[in-house]
């Protein structure tokens, strides 16, 4: 079997991974990125002050799936907290361990980036994917989590 | 009635950040931050690549509270969110609308740096708290909040 490698998303996969936005948003039923969109994510991505980090899973050739995450931060650790954005597999890959590859390879960066925690959310109805939070060990927060939108700013 | 003022956590009012954060703790019933940790909150708010941003809530020379924030990223809008970490007015100044005015001077920050949302959490049993945040107009989301802590990194 081919070994699993995560790699740094560039200017030169940019569009690998955009295409996989896409089918995440496909899954979730929510709108893909327009052209406006795509321009921010790789800005926002790969100009001087990154506003949040995206990996490629890939085996071989084939990316199946990418990770994007930032570092939040803990006033009570005093110290950042990996907060993972996105993970997402492609349907077609699923149940390999991939998925969870990729997570165990950003528990690794937030080791080895000094985190005291890491973090994640996830949509209470996505039952595939708390079974697959909860066999990580961490633990739910008893938290609510409150948002105001764009046109409420 | 004296104006709230907010001013930017500094070399200078750092002391006074440092007890308002001790305050916190106490009410919270967590530990307050120790000397290695007041060092990390004073470098992560300070130094060069700031890891958050901190304001003093003033009314006069005195600082009923403070606020902490850094900001997130929405791949979905390919926006950055402001996300507030901690909100805190002193007991005896509570019931004057002194949150309130801090609130707002952070959904202000989140406008003016071209957020697309503006988020933060409350613990489930805290409802004074909730109380406050549904009457700003944020709605509550339908997300669960996962941690792995340090020694599970």
Same mark, same amino acid.
């Not at 993970?87 to 005291?116: T, W």
């Given at each position: 079997?081919?070994?699993?490698?995560?790699? !740094?998303?560039?200017?030169?996969?940019?569009?690998?991974?955009?295409?996989?936005?896409?089918?995440?948003? &496909?899954?979730?039923? *929510?709108?893909? +990125?327009?052209?406006?969109?795509?321009?921010?994510?790789?800005?926002?991505? =790969?100009?001087?002050?990154? !506003?949040?980090?995206? %990996?490629? $899973? !890939?085996?071989?050739?084939?990316?199946?799936?990418?990770?994007?995450?930032?570092?939040?931060?803990?006033?009570?650790?005093?110290?950042?907290?990996?907060? =993972? &954005?996105?993970?997402?597999?492609?349907?077609?890959?699923? $149940?390999?361990?991939?998925?969870?590859?990729? *997570?165990?390879?950003?528990?690794?960066?937030?080791?080895? /980036?000094?985190?005291?925690?890491?973090?994640?959310?996830? =949509?209470?109805?996505?039952? +595939?994917?708390?079974?697959? %939070?909860? !066999?990580? $060990?961490? /633990?739910?927060? +008893?938290? %609510?989590?409150?948002?105001?939108?764009?046109?409420? *700013?």
């Amino acid at each position: 079997m081919t070994a699993l490698a995560m790699e !740094k998303v560039s200017d030169t996969n940019f569009g690998v991974f955009v295409n996989l936005i896409e089918k995440l948003a &496909e899954y979730e039923k *929510l709108l893909p +990125p327009d052209a406006d969109a795509r321009e921010r994510l790789a800005a926002d991505a =790969l100009g001087e002050h990154p !506003k949040y980090e995206a %990996y490629l $899973g !890939k085996t071989g050739d084939t990316a199946f799936g990418y990770v994007t995450f930032y570092f939040t931060y803990s006033t009570f650790l005093a110290r950042p907290t990996l907060y =993972l &954005e996105d993970i997402f597999v492609c349907e077609e890959y699923r $149940g390999q361990g991939l998925g969870r590859a990729m *997570l165990e390879f950003c528990r690794k960066v937030a080791r080895d /980036r000094g985190c005291g925690r890491m973090e994640w959310m996830v =949509l209470d109805w996505n039952l +595939p994917a708390i079974r697959f %939070y909860e !066999k990580t $060990g961490a /633990r739910r927060l +008893p938290w %609510y989590v409150y948002r105001l939108d764009h046109d409420q *700013l």
